[in-house]
């Protein structure tokens, strides 16, 4: 099993930058593939990016590419969102999570078996 807890989420205006970090534990980090979601009031869970297993390969939906940066380390058993040029639209909560055992990657929540707790992101206009 991952347990998972992310932090830096917060407060910012249009624009504006902030890095989302993931830490897991477990010794078996790297043999999972690693997403990012996010959830806005009132609407479903959404894909945000993922990383594969040894961090050759990064997926984003269209709206944050160019934008958000997926990027793990396998060494310290963590996995970072950096998000630039936010806007209001990427207002949510944002969950780290593990793929299941030996994935490639994916982009639906049902490929994810492990989830943190989450982290708020608000972006005020």
């Known amino acids: 099993q991952v347990q998972l807890v992310e932090s830096g989420g917060g407060l910012v205006q249009t624009g504006g930058s902030l890095r989302l970090s993931c830490a897991a534990s477990?010794?078996?980090?790297?043999?999972?593939?690693m997403g990012w979601f996010r959830q806005a009031p009132g609407k479903e869970r959404e894909f945000v990016a993922a990383v594969t297993r040894l961090n050759t390969n990064t997926y984003y939906r269209d709206s944050v590419k160019g934008r958000f940066t997926i990027s793990r380390d396998n060494a310290k058993n963590t996995v970072d969102l950096q998000m630039n040029s936010l806007k209001p639209e990427d207002t949510a909560i944002y969950y780290c999570a593990a793929a299941r055992l030996g994935a490639l990657y994916a982009t639906s929540v049902h490929g994810y078996p492990y989830w943190g707790q989450g982290t708020q992101v608000t972006v005020s206009s």
């Open positions: 477990g010794r078996t980090f790297s043999s999972y593939a």
